[in-house]
Nanobody, 117 residues
Framework: VQLVESGGGSVQAGGSLRLSCAAS????????MGWFRRAPGKEREFVAR????????GIADSVKGRFTISRDNAKNAVYLQMNSLKPEDTAIYYC???????????WGQGTQVTVSS
């Protein structure tokens, strides 16, 4: 059972990236999926989450209007579309899910996003 992120890279400010998180080992269609990030020298922070049926989403204020989370349960995948990127979006982005009752308990290895000014 694992989550694997991809799609990170280096872009200039104002650019876009689409992160993908591929889940394997079991179906994740019934679970909340989330994206988090950790910037250099900072603690990990919440970015976005999406309910099992895509009907409920949550977005951090810092990225609202620029980032969109979506999922494809048939592909066992979740995505983060990031537009109008800013240098402060530079971070390692992690995909996570909650399989139990104690919050997010399964994490991917992360993918680096670097935004230059």
């Amino acid at each position: 059972v694992q989550l694997v992120e991809s799609g990170g890279g280096s872009v200039q400010a104002g650019g876009s990236l689409r992160l993908s998180c591929a889940a394997s080992g079991r179906s994740f269609s019934n679970y909340v999926m989330g994206w988090f990030r950790r910037a250099p020298g900072k603690e990990r922070e919440f970015v976005a989450r999406i309910g099992w049926n895509s009907g409920r989403t949550g977005i951090a204020d810092s990225v609202k209007g620029r980032f969109t989370i979506s999922r494809d349960n048939a592909k066992n995948a979740v995505y983060l579309q990031m537009n109008s990127l800013k240098p402060e979006d530079t971070a390692i982005y992690y995909c996570a899910t909650s399989l139990g009752t104690a919050g997010y308990d399964l994490w991917g290895q992360g993918t680096q996003v670097t935004v230059s000014s």
